[in-house]
């Protein structure tokens, strides 16, 4: 790495694919993705997130907007392997390669010493494959070769889509551990997933993504915080309890099958601050942890979501 | 410089250039062994016999190498369409973000692979010819015209895998691209030929004909060749038109 950190900037990207109306792809989208973190690209497929990043990287020109890697984009970079490692989807390998021949090709492109690739062919646990053609390997090989291509140019930045397909669990926790050691050296990760649940372990920023537009864009705490959290209350009173809950400004009151209340609106302590000003008795007063992925998919449901 | 170093280790590090050169000396072996001893003694025609007496065709034995020019075409074909094929083309432009330099370190490779092959398949024509005709009654074999063929060999097989490549550019899918092209080389170009005859002159084929000096296909002289020279700016002149209409076109698409 050559010691700067590098952010990525997409700057109001609209990508149309065809003529006249054509397929709307990406719409308006803007969004950063700072260095030192690791920041989770989310959406269900066919939401436009290979379309962004291939406009990251220059592969596609987008119909408007702007898509910048330190502030310049990808295809004015001087040196861009060493700025921006890539793994994408749909990039490929030619079956009558063998791994090392592949890297050579792509070391040979940027210069990069020979030496480099059997360092990678071993970072990624392929040093035993490497003088095998590619066609027989597996689709969690090809995920470790499509990284250790990223890996190459020992990169700034880190752009990985859909790393963890074909990984086995084992994989699937190396590269977690990975891409959190390459982000606390400075570097800028961005991973795309289209289930929440396989990056919420190592990403610390998510931006979410549904049709192409931005629905959610923030810490990866910061999306629980922002819904509406459901307070769970127990109280011999409950009847009245809920009278005066409900007299509160934008707070719903349910009852559940057990008695309990289910409180939104309205946090824990504001509720037990309610209770004891009204000398009510609770037998318990919890906030419902969320769960991530339900919150994911209601953002990204086709009705549902933030506006 | 790193463009062109990659496009080299690109054709090396797959056994496809081997094979295809093996196919295409095989081929020219063919060619020259149908011109020997096949062309001579066929009763089709009248003087088939005195064939081997006539300077001209004798010369175009040697110059029978022209028809390995098809496998540079394929390999000009499989090189750039495999990089779509294979979706290779991602890491190729994530590398090299600036197209257009991409495209030249492609074409001067690939003219570079035709120059050799053509190298190769003169010599195996040259050679196969001297040995065959050894103990036949035949016209002499002139140093300075197989110099001419051999210079455009160099020339016209260089053409044809800048040719092959920017076929491959303008139609990405690889069997259709190699279909069109066998079509044309073998159906399209020798129908044309056959009924309107000053097509001739001016296909690739009739261009590469008058720049390697094969003035005889199917023991008759052909008619209406261009001089070498003008054949040669013609092959230069088809793949200036064509390289610039597919670098044109994929330098502005979109990659996905």
Redesign the interface.
């Given at each position: 790495m050559t010691g700067n950190s590098v952010a990525l900037e997409v700057r109001s990207l609209t990508k149309v694919?065809g003529r006249g109306e054509g397929v709307r792809a990406v719409s308006d989208l803007s969004f950063r993705v700072e260095p030192g973190r690791v920041t989770g690209f989310l959406g269900p497929n066919g939401s436009g997130k290979?379309?962004t990043l291939?406009c990251l990287?220059?592969?596609?020109?987008p119909t408007s907007g702007d898509t910048l890697v330190g502030g310049h984009p990808?295809?004015e970079?001087h040196d861009?392997?060493h700025t921006?490692g890539?793994a994408?989807e749909?990039?490929?390998?030619?079956?009558?390669?063998?791994a090392r021949?592949?890297l050579?090709?792509?070391a040979?492109?940027?210069?990069i010493a020979r030496a480099r690739v059997t360092e990678v062919l071993e970072l990624v646990g392929l040093a035993e494959a490497g003088n095998r053609k590619v066609g027989g390997y597996s689709l969690g090989m090809r995920q470790r070769l499509s990284l250790a291509?990223a890996l190459l140019g020992d990169p700034s930045v880190l752009i990985l889509d859909e790393p963890a397909n074909g990984l086995d669990p084992e994989g699937i926790a190396w590269l977690r551990n990975f891409l959190r050691s390459l982000a606390a050296e400075g570097r800028t990760v961005l991973v795309s997933s289209h289930v929440l649940s396989e990056v919420q372990l190592t990403v610390d920023d998510v931006v979410i993504i549904r049709k192409g537009e931005l629905v959610s864009y923030g810490s990866l705490s910061s999306l629980s915080s922002g819904m509406n959290a459901t307070v769970i209350v127990r109280s011999p009173d409950s009847i009245r309890l809920a009278e005066s809950i409900g007299q509160q400004a934008s707070v719903t009151v349910t009852t559940d099958t057990t008695g309990a209340l289910l409180v939104t609106g309205m946090s824990a302590a504001e509720i037990g601050a309610l209770a004891f000003a009204q000398n009510v008795m609770l037998h318990e007063l919890h906030a419902q942890e969320h769960d991530l992925e339900a919150v994911f998919l209601e953002l990204t449901s086709s009705e549902g979501g933030a506006a | 410089m790193?463009?062109l170093?990659?496009e080299f280790?690109?054709v090396l590090?797959?056994?496809?250039a081997l094979w295809l050169l093996a196919f295409s000396v095989a081929f020219t072996a063919l060619n020259v062994l149908l011109m020997v001893y096949l062309v001579p003694t066929s009763a089709r025609m009248v003087n088939s016999g005195q064939l081997l007496q006539i300077p001209a065709y004798v010369n175009s034995i040697v110059a029978s190498c022209a028809n390995a020019s098809v496998f540079v075409l394929i390999i000009g074909i499989i090189g750039m369409t495999?990089e779509y094929r294979?979706?290779?083309i991602?890491?190729?432009?994530?590398?090299?973000?600036?197209r257009a330099p991409v495209m030249v370190a492609k074409a001067v490779t690939y003219a570079v692979i035709g120059a050799i092959f053509g190298i190769i398949n003169f010599a195996v024509s040259l050679g196969l010819a001297t040995i065959t005709l050894a103990g036949k009654e035949h016209a002499a074999i002139v140093p300075s015209e197989s110099l001419q063929t051999l210079g455009g060999v160099i020339l016209g097989f260089a053409i044809y895998a800048i040719l092959g490549v920017a076929v491959g550019s303008l139609i990405r899918n690889q069997v259709a691209a190699l279909i069109i092209a066998l079509v044309f080389v073998f159906l399209i170009q020798p129908l044309l030929s056959a009924f309107v005859d000053w097509t001739t002159a001016w296909l690739p084929g009739g261009a590469l004909d008058a720049v390697m000096n094969m003035t005889y296909r199917q023991g008759e002289a052909t008619s209406g060749l261009l001089t070498a020279w003008a054949g040669g700016l013609l092959l230069i002149g088809y793949a200036v038109v064509l390289g610039v209409i597919a670098s044109i076109t994929t330098l502005?698409r979109?990659?996905?």
């Open positions: 694919f290979t379309t291939r990287l220059g592969l596609v020109s990808y295809r970079l861009p392997l921006v890539a994408l749909a990039s490929g390998f030619h079956p009558g390669r063998t021949g592949h050579s090709v792509v040979a492109s940027a210069g291509t | 790193n463009a170093r990659a280790r690109k590090t797959t056994k496809l495999g294979h979706m290779t991602t890491a190729t432009f994530l590398a090299s973000p600036r502005k979109d990659i996905t």
